[in-house]
């Protein structure tokens, strides 16, 4: 997975290092091709390590379960919006936003729910040739390991690396990157809109921090797509986002939850409607 987008960049970077010593002397061709292939050797190695993956769904809702924030109803994606998604990039970015409502009612082991969002995910999958990663054998895995929250969540992000690999193979990085920003956005949201209350319990404002190194390194990843006009309109939506990001500090006020919860909110309804 991580090479994915390496193999992409690496070589667009080695044509332009090249072309820059193209009118140099032999000696100095010679020195600066060494210099250029060590800093293409280190930005390899930097892209095999932090490009992928990023946190999933999963381990941000493992969080809040861990911090005993309640289970909130009605806040997820409805299942019926699945027969809604007619374009690649909606369906791509909304099986993310599915994934992680799936992870929110399986980390809180709400039955009912988990089945439904299986069968909203299978909806989209089908149209995307994903089917087989979300059989019956996965819910009948999460439902065994409701028990085992850290077996679960281990289930829940196999499930998701799968979609994004099986993307990334079949030349649709494109769409491998808008499920993970939809996925993204979608635990956001869930964390965001818990009870009042919950905004209490330091662990929560610590997540959203941590979330922000999560954000820049989606916008890191996606450069590369940025032409893509699925990839421009997703990156577009999430300037509210960006913009409250770009302003905070290393601890969170009140106010600054708030802004970020009005601009998570905001870049949602764009995606989900």
């Known amino acids: 997975m991580k090479k994915a987008i390496a193999i992409l960049i690496i070589p667009t970077l080695l044509i332009g290092f090249s072309g820059l010593t193209g009118c140099r002397q032999k000696s100095a061709k010679k020195e600066q ?3 250029e292939l060590e800093q293409v050797d280190t930005l390899s190695k930097k892209i095999e390590e932090n490009v992928y993956p990023l946190p999933t769904s999963a381990e941000v809702i493992k969080m809040l379960y861990d911090l005993e924030v309640g289970y909130q109803f009605g806040i997820t994606n409805p299942k019926e919006n699945a027969t809604r998604y007619i374009s690649s990039t909606s369906r791509a970015t909304n099986m993310g936003v599915f994934g992680a409502d799936l992870s929110y009612c399986s980390v809180y082991n709400i039955n009912q729910e988990v089945s439904d969002y299986l069968v909203a995910i299978r909806t989209i999958a089908n149209e995307l040739n994903m089917s087989q990663i979300y059989d019956e054998t996965l819910y009948e895995r999460i439902k065994t390991n409701f028990d085992n929250k850290d ?4 289930i829940l992000t196999d499930a998701f690396n799968r979609t994004y690999n099986y993307l990334s193979e079949n030349e649709q990085q494109n769409l491998a990157l808008l499920v993970v920003g939809g996925a993204w956005v979608e635990g956001m949201y869930l964390t965001c809109n818990i009870s009042e209350a919950a905004y209490q319990v330091a662990g929560i404002s610590k997540n959203l921090i941590e979330q922000k190194k999560s ?21 577009k939506k999430l300037d509210p986002i960006k913009k409250v990001y770009a302003g905070l500090s290393t601890s969170l006020t009140m106010q600054n939850i708030m802004d970020i919860t009005k601009a998570i909110n905001e870049v949602r309804a764009q995606l989900v409607q």
């Open 33 to 35: 091709k060494k210099v």
């Open 151 to 154: 077996e679960l969540v281990k």
């Open 215 to 235: 954000f820049d390194l989606f916008m890191e990843i996606t450069k590369p797509y940025e032409t893509d006009p699925g990839i421009a309109d997703f990156l």
